[in-house]
């Protein structure tokens, strides 16, 4: 696989607009509370934007977070939501404090940022969130093609359980099966951890 830098995520994005909101995003919800009272979400590596569009449109704040902007250009959307979202066109490992937020919410993109960097971002990231508030993320497992790549954080589940160290984990999904990521064969070793703040 290429590096990080050398993906063309522009394409990827463009390619992946059309897909449908992912399922975490009404576990997220439901956990956090419901729809009731919606609050703030945070989208680390927004991509295309179906998910954070999904959350607008069940009333929710979105701060979305993506090194590329193909998200910038759909939310002309926004015009037919309850609730908003605002486009950050940054990358995540370079954001000194995140805004508070009930859910913390991110698939396939916080391993990317590396070991050294996840640390740190995961700090500001439970930070962020207040007694109650909801981290829905995925992270790279051991079993995965990209395990020998130093520039990609992937963990033992030990390590993925002690980040959580403070939550109540209510709902945990592994996927660990051959697929492909662009036009190359991938073993995907993702874990998917729902889980809320206790204090």
Known sequence: MDTAEK????????????????????????????????????????GAGADSLQFARRGWTVHAYDTDDTLAGRLVENERMSGSVQFHHTDIAEVEAFPAAQIVYSTYTLGLLGPAALAETW???????????????????????????????TLPLEDIDAMFRGFQIIDRTVRDEDGRFLADKKHWHVITTLARKLS
């Open 123 to 153: 700090t500001k990231l439970v930070d962020a969130l207040p007694r109650g508030g909801v981290m829905a993320v995925d992270l790279f497992g051991t079993n995965d093609t990209w395990a020998d790549r130093a520039d990609i954080a």
């Open 7 to 46: 993906v063309d995520w522009a394409a990827l994005n463009v390619h992946a607009a059309g897909r449908p909101a992912r399922r975490l995003v009404a576990k997220a919800i439901a956990a956090a509370g419901g729809d009731r009272h919606p609050g703030v979400v945070l989208d680390l590596g927004a």
